[in-house]
């Protein structure tokens, strides 16, 4: 039996103990009866895909740690010929995880002040950046699309409302959606 790896654990120990907090606090917002979706359906499903995704996680770290990897890589070596990988990926640091949770806590408390757009912008590039993909222009182009993205899908078709932030950055925002045509 392998020893328990607490320092893979913890960063989804962490994550679900805040979900967790977060989901109670999503209990409280009022619904909107039974026929509607109210304020509350869309921060409780985030969340409880956040819970869900932690347990899985936590499970299957403990699982294997107690029974192995199920699949016998010297068996499946023999099978499969000999490939040079393209490119040998880099294994994602030990810190990665914490990086995550702390780019995720400046996320929240960003989000008032710089508004969705730029703070989606920041926390998706620098995700992507730190997620081992460490090409900057790349991750800018991905953080600007996923923010266009999700900003069209919340307030065009989902139309929920979000922050605009405050002076100068509120600008930025209103022009996006003045050209997205929201209103």
Known sequence: MKRFDVVGVAPYAVILIISGCLYYQAL???????????????PKTILLFAILTCLWEIVRKIWL??????????????LVPQQKPVEDAEEVGPFVPWIGIGVTTAYVFSFPWLGYFLATFLYVTTFVYFGNYR???AAACVGVAASLAFMFLFMRIVYVSLPIGIEPFA?????????????
């Open 171 to 183: 600008s930025v925002s209103t022009s996006l959606m003045h050209v997205m045509g929201i209103k």
């Open 28 to 42: 409280q917002i009022p619904t909107a009866g039974p026929d509607r979706l109210g304020a509350d359906i869309w």
């Open 65 to 78: 740690a107690n029974h192995g990897d199920p699949i016998d890589r010297h068996a499946e070596a023999a």
């Open 135 to 137: 090409k900057l222009f």
